[in-house]
């Protein structure tokens, strides 16, 4: 890991003022010391950013594929140094970790190749007497200066799906990653800012800024930045958007998604998908299984099986390739799983297994009461919750009933269900027979409800950081 140190804000790297260490949540260690920024650095970045904003916005289609194509390469050439860091900083395990950056390869690719399909369209004007003879059109112009803040679970990841839709638009960048994870983020900004420089294109294009939420607040409220995208709570999503109006906001908020099983579902993929979706990144994923709803004549036969599989999940040291599930990314998060369980015991659920073990490991909850936050809100650990429901329609009411809708997934033989399914969850995205948490970068992303506004994936990013402008022209006779 080498980059220049201090932030990259305007064509430099700055000092900050201040360090805070980044811990290895594993075994607590301190990996290195971050710089801290500021408010006055924000507000330095968002200066830069202005200014460079018609330059960016006006670079040719060829600079910019070419400087995400060159970032593309040069992660690639590290790839395995952006592991090793990510379970370091992340505390995730090694195979979540080589996923991450792999999607994040994909996300820098596609976003160079979605900068050839950036473009607007003609359209006809003399649907009416009054358009005869003119000529209209529409192009897509970029939105201007982006804010985008980042969550702690994959901040690789998410930092590029808020940085390389932005530069492909053509609009200069300011990331904020979450406190606990800035270091591969930094490294991915050196990569493109050097990418920049190569191809004659302001480095501060692209800036970092880390700090808390000061230093956030003073970024998503200057009136002259274009959008935010932020990833993170719903809470703090709600209060960016309102603190931020009018400038346009994409959030993509947190869910506690749902598997439903029906009567017809092969019972083994769908135990195997709950163990996988459920505590794949330690349950620290906003698509991880959480709630799953079984008819209730194949609940105990799923139960079983159930059962049968958790003994094989892993817990321990994330470096180690076979562990699956291992320390949260801090002790609070730890505690509040904890208390979130024993409250939902203390209402009636059953602990129907819980791994041994000082790290905290997988759990599953039976009979979890509605009104209890370990069934509606979401738990961000290793846990699920299972409940039995009499059908499919009461099956599909639960799931709606939640005021989030991020993903979730049926597993049936039917393709009538699978339909059925696709047109009443009132969610973002609906997979059938896989985890909720499959996603492609080539997709649409994003939810509904407190789940989020907005889509994410190269394509669908790029739409929503660019906004279109109407032409209309009467050429002389």
């Known amino acids: ?45 968002l200066d830069h950013a202005v200014a460079v904003r018609e330059t960016v916005g006006r670079l040719p289609s060829y600079v910019r594929r070419n400087v995400l194509q060159a970032t593309h390469s040069a992660v690639r050439a590290e790839r395995d140094a952006f592991v090793d860091l990510l379970v370091l900083e992340t505390g995730k395990p090694l195979v979540d970790c080589r996923v991450e950056i792999d999607r994040t390869l994909l996300t820098l690719e596609t976003a160079a190749e979605e900068v050839a399909r950036l473009h607007g369209e003609t359209v006809p004007l003399d649907l009416l007497p009054s358009g005869e003879g003119l000529r209209g059109f529409w192009v897509r112009k970029p939105i201007g200066v982006v804010v985008g803040i980042t969550g702690f679970n994959y901040p690789l990841l998410l930092a590029a799906h808020k940085i390389a839709p932005a530069f492909a638009a053509g609009c200069p960048i300011i990331v904020k990653p979450a406190p606990q994870t800035p270091l591969a983020t930094l490294w991915l900004v050196h990569f493109m800012r050097s990418a920049l420089l190569e191809n004659g294109a ?79 990144a330690s349950g620290q994923a906003c698509i991880s299984v959480q709630r799953v709803l079984a008819v209730e004549s194949i609940r105990q036969p799923l139960l079983e099986k159930l059962g049968a599989r958790l003994p094989a999940v892993v817990v321990g040291d994330p470096r180690d390739p076979a ?16 208390e979130w369980v024993d409250d939902a015991v203390h209402a009636g659920a ?67 269900t699978a339909f059925t399914a696709i047109d009443q969850l009132d969610v973002g ?17 994003g939810g509904v409800k407190d789940s989020g506004i907005g889509r994410e994936g190269p394509r669908f990013a790029i739409e929503e950081l660019t906004t279109t402008r109407m032409a209309i022209i009467r050429p002389r006779p």
């Open 429 to 445: 995205g609906v997979v059938i027979n896989e985890v909720p948490g499959f996603r492609s970068d080539v997709m649409p992303y």
């Open 350 to 416: 059953t602990v129907a297994y819980a791994a041994e073990g000082d790290t905290l490991g997988p759990i599953v909850l039976t009979d979890v009461p509605s009104g209890q936050q370990a069934w509606d809100e979401e738990i961000f650990g290793p846990v699920i919750a299972v409940r039995s429901v009499p059908d499919l329609e009461s099956a599909f009411s639960s799931v709606n009933a939640s005021r989030y809708g991020l993903h979730a997934s049926v597993f049936t033989a039917s393709l009538d």
């Open 323 to 338: 562990t699956r599930v291992s320390a949260l990314i801090d002790p609070r998060s730890t505690a509040r799983v904890r």
């Open 202 to 280: 302001p480095e501060s294009a692209l800036q970092l800024l880390t700090g808390g939420p000061d230093v956030g607040a003073t970024l998503t409220t200057d009136s002259r930045i274009g959008a935010v995208s932020f990833t993170g709570s719903a809470a703090v999503g709600h209060q960016i958007a309102r603190d931020a109006a009018p400038t346009k906001v994409l959030l993509e908020l947190g869910s506690n998604s749902a598997l439903v099983v029906a009567e017809d579902a092969d019972l083994d993929a769908a135990a195997d998908a709950i163990i996988r979706g459920g505590y794949y």
């Open 1 to 45: 890991m080498k980059f220049p140190s201090g932030l990259p804000i305007g064509e430099s790297w700055i000092e900050a003022p201040a360090t805070a260490p980044v811990v290895f949540p594993y075994d607590s260690s301190t990996i290195t010391e971050a710089p801290v920024g500021t408010t006055d650095l924000a507000r330095q970045a």
